[in-house]
Protein backbone atom coordinates (compact mmCIF):
# COMPACT_ATOMS: atom_id res chain seq x y z
CA UNK A 1 0.00 0.00 0.00
CA UNK A 2 1.29 3.74 -0.59
CA UNK A 3 0.70 5.84 2.39
CA UNK A 4 1.18 9.38 3.39
CA UNK A 5 1.56 10.27 6.83
CA UNK A 6 0.76 14.18 7.48
CA UNK A 7 3.39 15.17 10.29
CA UNK A 8 6.28 13.71 11.64
CA UNK A 9 5.79 13.71 15.55
CA UNK A 10 5.77 11.12 17.85
CA UNK A 11 2.45 9.10 16.50
CA UNK A 12 3.19 10.30 12.42
CA UNK A 13 7.26 8.96 12.49
CA UNK A 14 6.67 6.02 14.20
CA UNK A 15 3.56 4.35 12.85
CA UNK A 16 5.09 6.17 9.39
CA UNK A 17 8.90 4.17 10.14
CA UNK A 18 6.93 1.23 11.43
CA UNK A 19 4.51 0.59 8.15
CA UNK A 20 7.44 0.95 5.88
CA UNK A 21 9.00 -1.79 8.01
CA UNK A 22 5.80 -3.89 7.31
CA UNK A 23 6.34 -3.37 3.88
CA UNK A 24 4.73 -0.45 2.96
CA UNK A 25 5.04 2.34 0.80
CA UNK A 26 5.69 5.18 2.97
CA UNK A 27 6.61 8.83 2.35
CA UNK A 28 6.12 10.95 6.04
CA UNK A 29 5.47 14.61 5.08
CA UNK A 30 6.08 17.80 6.95
CA UNK A 31 6.08 21.60 6.41
CA UNK A 32 8.57 21.92 9.07
CA UNK A 33 11.52 21.84 6.18
CA UNK A 34 13.95 21.63 8.57
CA UNK A 35 12.84 18.57 10.33
CA UNK A 36 12.52 17.10 6.96
CA UNK A 37 15.78 17.94 5.67
CA UNK A 38 17.46 16.36 8.99
CA UNK A 39 15.31 13.24 8.44
CA UNK A 40 16.17 12.69 4.78
CA UNK A 41 20.32 12.46 6.55
CA UNK A 42 18.18 10.13 9.19
CA UNK A 43 18.71 12.75 11.95
CA UNK A 44 15.59 11.87 14.41
CA UNK A 45 14.01 14.54 16.15
CA UNK A 46 12.90 13.00 19.03
CA UNK A 47 14.53 10.11 21.47
CA UNK A 48 13.33 7.42 21.11
CA UNK A 49 14.78 4.09 21.39
CA UNK A 50 15.35 1.94 18.36
CA UNK A 51 13.97 4.73 16.13
CA UNK A 52 16.98 6.36 14.31
CA UNK A 53 18.32 2.29 13.04
CA UNK A 54 14.57 2.00 11.91
CA UNK A 55 14.55 4.89 9.90
CA UNK A 56 18.07 4.06 8.22
CA UNK A 57 17.20 0.89 7.54
CA UNK A 58 13.51 1.58 5.97
CA UNK A 59 15.26 4.43 4.44
CA UNK A 60 17.89 2.08 2.50
CA UNK A 61 15.46 -0.60 1.27
CA UNK A 62 13.57 2.68 -0.64
CA UNK A 63 10.20 1.90 1.30
CA UNK A 64 10.47 5.14 3.58
CA UNK A 65 10.52 8.74 1.98
CA UNK A 66 10.67 11.75 3.63
CA UNK A 67 9.38 14.72 2.03
CA UNK A 68 7.54 18.02 2.31
CA UNK A 69 5.90 18.16 -0.79
CA UNK A 70 2.27 18.30 0.54
CA UNK A 71 0.77 17.90 -2.98
CA UNK A 72 2.83 14.97 -4.66
CA UNK A 73 2.53 12.59 -1.60
CA UNK A 74 -1.09 13.28 -1.44
CA UNK A 75 -1.52 12.51 -4.99
CA UNK A 76 0.63 9.63 -4.87
CA UNK A 77 -1.38 7.64 -1.88
CA UNK A 78 -3.89 5.08 -0.99
CA UNK A 79 -4.30 5.98 2.33
CA UNK A 80 -3.14 9.14 4.02
CA UNK A 81 -2.68 9.49 7.71
CA UNK A 82 -3.28 12.85 9.28
CA UNK A 83 -1.15 13.11 12.49
CA UNK A 84 -0.76 16.64 13.18
CA UNK A 85 -0.70 18.01 16.67
CA UNK A 86 -3.95 18.62 18.79
CA UNK A 87 -2.40 20.51 21.71
CA UNK A 88 -4.38 22.46 24.14
CA UNK A 89 -5.99 25.89 23.10
CA UNK A 90 -4.18 28.71 24.83
CA UNK A 91 -8.06 28.54 26.74
CA UNK A 92 -6.14 25.51 28.59
CA UNK A 93 -9.65 23.93 27.93
CA UNK A 94 -10.29 22.44 24.20
CA UNK A 95 -8.54 20.70 22.05
CA UNK A 96 -6.64 23.00 19.48
CA UNK A 97 -7.57 21.10 15.48
CA UNK A 98 -6.15 24.32 13.20
CA UNK A 99 -3.79 21.84 11.83
CA UNK A 100 -6.18 19.08 11.38
CA UNK A 101 -8.77 21.29 9.37
CA UNK A 102 -6.10 22.81 7.58
CA UNK A 103 -4.37 19.54 6.14
CA UNK A 104 -8.15 18.70 5.47
CA UNK A 105 -8.75 21.77 3.75
CA UNK A 106 -5.54 20.59 1.68
CA UNK A 107 -6.38 17.36 1.22
CA UNK A 108 -9.64 18.35 -0.28
CA UNK A 109 -7.61 20.75 -2.90
CA UNK A 110 -5.44 18.24 -4.17
CA UNK A 111 -7.28 15.48 -4.77
CA UNK A 112 -9.14 14.92 -8.62
CA UNK A 113 -10.13 11.89 -9.38
CA UNK A 114 -8.64 8.72 -7.19
CA UNK A 115 -10.26 7.41 -4.11
CA UNK A 116 -8.13 8.54 -1.10
CA UNK A 117 -8.80 6.81 2.46
CA UNK A 118 -8.75 9.58 5.13
CA UNK A 119 -7.56 8.72 8.42
CA UNK A 120 -6.50 10.63 11.63
CA UNK A 121 -4.58 9.53 13.68
CA UNK A 122 -4.05 12.34 15.53
CA UNK A 123 -6.05 12.00 19.07
CA UNK A 124 -9.80 14.52 17.93
CA UNK A 125 -12.30 15.17 20.05
CA UNK A 126 -15.09 12.63 19.08
CA UNK A 127 -17.43 14.30 15.78
CA UNK A 128 -14.49 15.63 14.31
CA UNK A 129 -14.55 12.90 11.80
CA UNK A 130 -17.80 14.41 10.72
CA UNK A 131 -16.26 17.69 10.29
CA UNK A 132 -13.57 16.84 8.21
CA UNK A 133 -16.04 14.61 6.19
CA UNK A 134 -17.82 18.35 5.42
CA UNK A 135 -15.13 19.62 4.57
CA UNK A 136 -13.57 16.97 2.11
CA UNK A 137 -17.35 16.58 1.00
CA UNK A 138 -17.43 20.29 -0.18
CA UNK A 139 -18.13 20.39 -3.74
CA UNK A 140 -16.53 17.02 -4.07
CA UNK A 141 -18.02 13.96 -5.11
CA UNK A 142 -18.27 11.73 -1.80
CA UNK A 143 -17.25 8.62 -3.88
CA UNK A 144 -13.67 10.31 -3.39
CA UNK A 145 -13.16 9.86 0.05
CA UNK A 146 -13.86 7.71 3.20
CA UNK A 147 -12.73 9.22 6.15
CA UNK A 148 -11.77 6.86 9.59
CA UNK A 149 -10.81 7.06 12.59
CA UNK A 150 -7.81 5.34 13.94
CA UNK A 151 -6.29 6.12 17.22
CA UNK A 152 -2.77 5.81 18.00
CA UNK A 153 -2.33 3.86 21.34
CA UNK A 154 1.82 4.33 21.54
CA UNK A 155 3.81 5.12 24.77
CA UNK A 156 6.23 7.25 24.32
CA UNK A 157 9.69 5.49 25.25
CA UNK A 158 8.22 2.45 24.47
CA UNK A 159 6.62 3.67 20.88
CA UNK A 160 8.00 0.65 18.16
CA UNK A 161 7.39 -2.36 20.50
CA UNK A 162 4.05 -0.91 21.33
CA UNK A 163 3.29 -0.16 17.67
CA UNK A 164 4.55 -3.77 16.64
CA UNK A 165 2.42 -5.48 19.19
CA UNK A 166 -0.66 -3.56 20.29
CA UNK A 167 -3.20 -4.90 22.56
CA UNK A 168 -6.14 -3.01 19.89
CA UNK A 169 -6.27 -1.84 16.67
CA UNK A 170 -9.22 0.36 16.33
CA UNK A 171 -10.68 1.46 12.77
CA UNK A 172 -13.57 3.58 13.01
CA UNK A 173 -15.62 3.23 9.20
CA UNK A 174 -18.95 2.26 8.51
CA UNK A 175 -18.02 1.44 5.00
CA UNK A 176 -17.06 -2.13 4.55
CA UNK A 177 -14.56 -1.57 1.75
CA UNK A 178 -12.76 0.64 3.87
CA UNK A 179 -12.82 -1.64 6.59
CA UNK A 180 -11.44 -4.69 4.35
CA UNK A 181 -8.23 -2.35 3.58
CA UNK A 182 -7.57 -1.77 6.72
CA UNK A 183 -7.62 -4.72 7.86
CA UNK A 184 -5.04 -5.95 5.30
CA UNK A 185 -2.79 -3.14 5.86
CA UNK A 186 -2.45 -4.19 9.98
CA UNK A 187 -2.77 -7.86 8.87
CA UNK A 188 1.10 -8.26 9.85
CA UNK A 189 -0.16 -7.45 13.47
CA UNK A 190 -2.80 -9.06 13.74
CA UNK A 191 -1.70 -12.26 13.21
CA UNK A 192 0.47 -11.56 15.88
CA UNK A 193 -2.43 -11.72 18.37
CA UNK A 194 -3.23 -7.38 18.10
CA UNK A 195 -6.73 -7.75 18.54
CA UNK A 196 -8.68 -5.69 15.55
CA UNK A 197 -12.16 -3.74 16.38
CA UNK A 198 -13.88 -2.25 14.00
CA UNK A 199 -16.75 0.58 15.03
CA UNK A 200 -18.11 3.80 14.00
CA UNK A 201 -15.93 6.74 14.19
CA UNK A 202 -17.14 8.75 16.29
CA UNK A 203 -16.94 5.49 18.91
CA UNK A 204 -13.52 4.53 17.85
CA UNK A 205 -12.74 8.53 18.54
CA UNK A 206 -13.95 8.37 21.60
CA UNK A 207 -12.46 5.32 22.91
CA UNK A 208 -8.68 6.87 22.47
CA UNK A 209 -10.07 10.04 24.67
CA UNK A 210 -11.64 7.38 27.44
CA UNK A 211 -9.13 5.77 27.49
CA UNK A 212 -6.65 8.00 28.77
CA UNK A 213 -9.01 9.39 30.99
CA UNK A 214 -9.24 6.38 32.46
CA UNK A 215 -5.54 5.88 32.73
CA UNK A 216 -4.59 9.18 34.31
CA UNK A 217 -7.87 7.86 36.41
CA UNK A 218 -6.22 4.89 37.52
CA UNK A 219 -2.77 6.91 38.40
CA UNK A 220 -4.30 9.57 40.53
CA UNK A 221 -6.66 6.61 42.48
CA UNK A 222 -3.04 5.17 43.69
CA UNK A 223 -1.13 8.52 44.04
CA UNK A 224 -4.31 9.66 46.34
CA UNK A 225 -4.19 5.90 47.91
CA UNK A 226 -0.75 6.23 48.08
CA UNK A 227 -0.96 9.80 50.40
CA UNK A 228 -3.31 7.51 52.84
CA UNK A 229 -0.84 5.27 53.03
CA UNK A 230 2.51 7.71 53.88
CA UNK A 231 -0.34 8.68 57.03
CA UNK A 232 -0.83 5.05 58.02
CA UNK A 233 2.53 3.13 57.46
CA UNK A 234 1.67 1.29 54.36
CA UNK A 235 3.85 0.42 51.67
CA UNK A 236 1.57 1.62 48.50
CA UNK A 237 3.14 -1.07 46.57
CA UNK A 238 2.05 -4.06 48.61
CA UNK A 239 -1.56 -2.12 47.86
CA UNK A 240 -0.61 -2.00 43.94
CA UNK A 241 0.23 -5.11 44.23
CA UNK A 242 -3.00 -6.67 46.05
CA UNK A 243 -5.21 -4.90 44.08
CA UNK A 244 -3.69 -5.75 40.80
CA UNK A 245 -3.81 -8.94 40.86
CA UNK A 246 -7.62 -8.99 40.73
CA UNK A 247 -7.95 -9.16 36.36
CA UNK A 248 -10.81 -6.75 37.08
CA UNK A 249 -7.93 -3.98 38.29
CA UNK A 250 -4.78 -5.41 36.68
CA UNK A 251 -1.61 -4.15 37.90
CA UNK A 252 -0.66 -1.74 35.10
CA UNK A 253 -0.90 2.12 35.54
CA UNK A 254 -1.06 1.44 39.27
CA UNK A 255 2.69 2.95 40.27
CA UNK A 256 2.38 6.23 42.46
CA UNK A 257 4.66 8.76 41.88
CA UNK A 258 4.75 12.68 41.07
CA UNK A 259 2.02 13.70 39.24
CA UNK A 260 1.07 11.95 35.67
CA UNK A 261 2.44 14.17 32.75
CA UNK A 262 3.08 14.25 28.91
CA UNK A 263 1.87 15.32 26.25
CA UNK A 264 -1.28 13.37 26.24
CA UNK A 265 -2.90 12.51 29.70
CA UNK A 266 -3.05 16.35 30.74
CA UNK A 267 -4.10 17.49 27.05
CA UNK A 268 -6.79 14.22 26.59
CA UNK A 269 -8.53 14.70 29.54
CA UNK A 270 -9.25 18.60 29.36
CA UNK A 271 -10.34 18.07 26.17
CA UNK A 272 -12.42 15.34 27.03
CA UNK A 273 -14.24 17.26 29.91
CA UNK A 274 -14.75 19.96 27.67
CA UNK A 275 -16.31 17.96 24.85
CA UNK A 276 -18.58 16.61 27.15
CA UNK A 277 -19.66 19.73 28.48
CA UNK A 278 -20.42 20.81 25.09
CA UNK A 279 -23.10 17.98 24.83
CA UNK A 280 -23.92 19.11 28.66
CA UNK A 281 -22.75 16.24 30.09
CA UNK A 282 -19.89 17.03 33.34
CA UNK A 283 -17.25 14.25 33.27
CA UNK A 284 -16.95 15.06 37.29
CA UNK A 285 -15.01 12.24 38.00
CA UNK A 286 -12.37 13.34 34.98
CA UNK A 287 -12.68 16.91 36.57
CA UNK A 288 -12.22 15.55 39.48
CA UNK A 289 -8.69 13.93 38.40
CA UNK A 290 -7.34 16.59 36.70
CA UNK A 291 -7.73 18.87 40.36
CA UNK A 292 -6.11 16.31 42.08
CA UNK A 293 -3.39 15.39 39.58
CA UNK A 294 -2.56 19.81 39.41
CA UNK A 295 -2.65 19.50 43.39
CA UNK A 296 -0.29 16.33 43.55
CA UNK A 297 3.01 18.60 42.53
CA UNK A 298 2.24 21.49 45.54
CA UNK A 299 1.73 18.15 47.62
CA UNK A 300 4.79 16.52 47.11
CA UNK A 301 6.60 20.33 47.10
CA UNK A 302 5.34 20.37 50.70
CA UNK A 303 7.17 17.15 51.38
CA UNK A 304 10.28 18.47 49.95
CA UNK A 305 9.50 21.11 52.70
CA UNK A 306 9.02 19.18 55.29
CA UNK A 307 11.69 16.81 54.25
CA UNK A 308 14.28 19.81 54.75
CA UNK A 309 12.37 21.26 57.83
CA UNK A 310 11.00 24.79 56.30
CA UNK A 311 14.99 25.31 55.06
CA UNK A 312 15.46 25.38 51.76
CA UNK A 313 17.20 28.21 51.14
CA UNK A 314 20.73 28.04 50.03
CA UNK A 315 20.05 24.18 50.43
CA UNK A 316 22.02 22.11 47.34
CA UNK A 317 19.02 19.83 46.16
CA UNK A 318 19.83 17.66 43.01
CA UNK A 319 17.16 16.42 40.56
CA UNK A 320 17.93 13.03 38.98
CA UNK A 321 15.46 12.88 35.48
CA UNK A 322 13.54 15.96 34.87
CA UNK A 323 11.23 14.49 32.02
CA UNK A 324 7.97 13.09 32.41
CA UNK A 325 8.78 9.90 32.16
CA UNK A 326 12.22 7.44 31.09
CA UNK A 327 13.29 7.42 27.59
CA UNK A 328 12.05 10.22 26.07
CA UNK A 329 13.21 13.91 25.94
CA UNK A 330 9.83 14.99 26.16
CA UNK A 331 9.50 17.47 29.06
CA UNK A 332 5.55 18.71 28.20
CA UNK A 333 3.50 18.62 31.26
CA UNK A 334 6.70 17.45 33.53
CA UNK A 335 6.43 17.81 37.22
CA UNK A 336 9.94 19.04 37.36
CA UNK A 337 8.90 22.37 35.21
CA UNK A 338 6.69 23.62 38.37
CA UNK A 339 8.85 22.06 41.03
CA UNK A 340 12.55 23.61 39.77
CA UNK A 341 11.50 26.79 39.53
CA UNK A 342 9.53 26.80 42.80
CA UNK A 343 12.30 25.57 44.68
CA UNK A 344 15.20 27.69 43.11
CA UNK A 345 12.65 31.17 43.79
CA UNK A 346 12.63 29.64 47.37
CA UNK A 347 16.68 29.96 47.62
CA UNK A 348 17.42 26.49 46.78
CA UNK A 349 20.82 25.59 44.19
CA UNK A 350 20.00 23.22 41.87
CA UNK A 351 21.62 20.72 39.73
CA UNK A 352 20.17 18.75 37.53
CA UNK A 353 20.97 15.32 35.30
CA UNK A 354 18.89 13.92 32.82
CA UNK A 355 20.36 11.44 30.24
CA UNK A 356 18.60 12.98 27.67
CA UNK A 357 19.94 16.14 28.29
CA UNK A 358 19.88 19.99 29.52
CA UNK A 359 16.89 21.25 28.69
CA UNK A 360 16.03 25.37 28.02
CA UNK A 361 13.29 26.19 29.98
CA UNK A 362 15.96 25.90 32.67
CA UNK A 363 19.06 27.84 31.25
CA UNK A 364 17.01 30.48 32.16
CA UNK A 365 16.39 30.04 35.71
CA UNK A 366 18.99 31.17 38.31
CA UNK A 367 20.18 28.65 40.65
CA UNK A 368 19.48 26.23 37.97
CA UNK A 369 22.75 23.85 36.82
CA UNK A 370 22.47 21.36 34.09
CA UNK A 371 25.19 18.72 35.13
CA UNK A 372 26.80 16.11 32.78
CA UNK A 373 26.78 13.22 34.77
CA UNK A 374 24.96 11.34 38.11
CA UNK A 375 28.31 12.11 40.16
CA UNK A 376 29.00 15.43 39.70
CA UNK A 377 24.72 16.75 39.67
CA UNK A 378 24.63 14.67 43.44
CA UNK A 379 28.36 15.37 44.49
CA UNK A 380 27.31 18.67 46.70
CA UNK A 381 23.42 17.35 47.65
CA UNK A 382 21.64 18.05 50.43
CA UNK A 383 18.95 16.49 49.24
CA UNK A 384 18.76 14.04 46.14
CA UNK A 385 15.02 13.96 44.45
CA UNK A 386 14.69 11.55 42.09
CA UNK A 387 11.95 12.93 39.92
CA UNK A 388 12.04 10.50 36.99
CA UNK A 389 12.78 6.19 36.49
CA UNK A 390 15.71 6.36 34.18
CA UNK A 391 17.58 2.89 34.43
CA UNK A 392 20.79 4.97 35.04
CA UNK A 393 19.46 5.79 38.57
CA UNK A 394 18.57 2.36 39.86
CA UNK A 395 21.89 1.44 41.23
CA UNK A 396 23.70 4.64 42.65
CA UNK A 397 26.21 4.04 45.37
CA UNK A 398 25.22 7.71 46.93
CA UNK A 399 26.98 7.04 49.81
CA UNK A 400 30.23 6.96 47.85
CA UNK A 401 29.28 9.87 45.45
CA UNK A 402 28.25 12.50 48.16
CA UNK A 403 30.21 14.41 49.85
CA UNK A 404 27.35 16.06 52.68
CA UNK A 405 27.45 13.63 55.98
CA UNK A 406 23.24 14.00 56.10
CA UNK A 407 22.51 14.03 52.73
CA UNK A 408 18.51 13.02 52.45
CA UNK A 409 17.03 10.70 49.35
CA UNK A 410 13.18 11.74 48.06
CA UNK A 411 12.79 8.72 45.79
CA UNK A 412 9.62 10.09 43.90
CA UNK A 413 9.15 6.77 41.64
CA UNK A 414 10.24 3.87 44.62
CA UNK A 415 13.37 2.99 43.26
CA UNK A 416 15.25 1.90 45.78
CA UNK A 417 14.58 -0.44 48.94
CA UNK A 418 13.28 1.88 52.12
CA UNK A 419 14.73 -1.03 54.66
CA UNK A 420 18.08 -1.44 52.29
CA UNK A 421 18.44 2.76 52.97
CA UNK A 422 18.12 2.07 56.41
CA UNK A 423 20.77 -0.88 57.06
CA UNK A 424 22.74 1.82 55.29
CA UNK A 425 21.56 4.34 57.28
CA UNK A 426 20.95 6.99 54.42
CA UNK A 427 17.96 8.72 55.58
CA UNK A 428 15.50 8.04 52.74
CA UNK A 429 11.58 8.96 52.17
CA UNK A 430 9.78 7.34 48.90
CA UNK A 431 5.89 7.65 47.88
CA UNK A 432 3.42 6.59 49.91
CA UNK A 433 5.46 4.46 52.17
C1 LIG B 1 0.02 7.75 26.96
C2 LIG B 1 -0.72 6.40 26.86
O1 LIG B 1 -0.17 5.46 27.78
C3 LIG B 1 -0.64 5.83 25.45
O2 LIG B 1 -1.43 4.66 25.37
C4 LIG B 1 -1.19 6.88 24.47
O3 LIG B 1 -1.08 6.43 23.12
C5 LIG B 1 -0.40 8.17 24.59
O4 LIG B 1 -0.50 8.63 25.96
C6 LIG B 1 -1.00 9.16 23.63
O5 LIG B 1 -2.18 9.51 23.81
O6 LIG B 1 -0.37 9.47 22.61
P1 LIG B 1 2.61 8.47 27.19
O7 LIG B 1 2.07 9.84 27.48
O8 LIG B 1 3.69 8.31 26.20
O9 LIG B 1 1.41 7.50 26.70
O10 LIG B 1 3.17 7.89 28.55
P2 LIG B 1 2.68 6.90 29.72
O11 LIG B 1 3.63 5.79 29.80
O12 LIG B 1 1.26 6.56 29.60
O13 LIG B 1 2.90 7.84 31.00
C7 LIG B 1 2.12 9.01 31.20
C8 LIG B 1 2.35 9.57 32.59
O14 LIG B 1 1.83 8.69 33.58
C9 LIG B 1 3.82 9.74 32.95
O15 LIG B 1 3.98 10.94 33.66
C10 LIG B 1 4.13 8.54 33.82
O16 LIG B 1 5.18 8.75 34.72
C11 LIG B 1 2.81 8.39 34.55
N1 LIG B 1 2.57 7.05 35.10
C12 LIG B 1 2.37 5.99 34.26
C13 LIG B 1 2.52 6.87 36.47
O17 LIG B 1 2.70 7.83 37.25
N2 LIG B 1 2.25 5.64 36.97
C14 LIG B 1 2.04 4.58 36.16
O18 LIG B 1 1.80 3.46 36.69
C15 LIG B 1 2.11 4.76 34.78
Redesign the pocket.
Same mark, same amino acid.
Do not use: A, H, M
Given at each position: MKLCMIGTG??GLVSGVCFADLGNEVVCVDKDLNKIEKLKKGIIPIYEPGLEELVKKNQKNGRLRFSSNLKDCIIKSDIIFICVGTPTKKNGRDADLTQVFNVTKKIRSYIKSKFKIVITKS?VPVTTGDQIEKILFKNKSKKLFSVVSNP????? &??AIR?FIYPDRIVIGTSNDKTNKILKNLYSPLISKGAKYINTTRRASELI?YA??AF?ATK?TF??EIANLCEKTNINVEDISIGMGLDKRIGG???????A? &?????PK?TKSIVTTADKFKVNLSLIKTVIKSNKKRTLLLLNKVNEILKGKIKNKNICFLGVT??AN?DDMRDSSSLIMIPSLAKKGAKINYYDPSGEKNFFKKIKNVIFSKNIKSAIRNSDLVIIHTEWNDFKSINFKSLIKKKNFVIYDMRNIYSSLKMKKDKIKYFGIGR
Open positions: YVTEFLRE &GEDKSNLIINRFLRSGPY &GGSCFDFKT
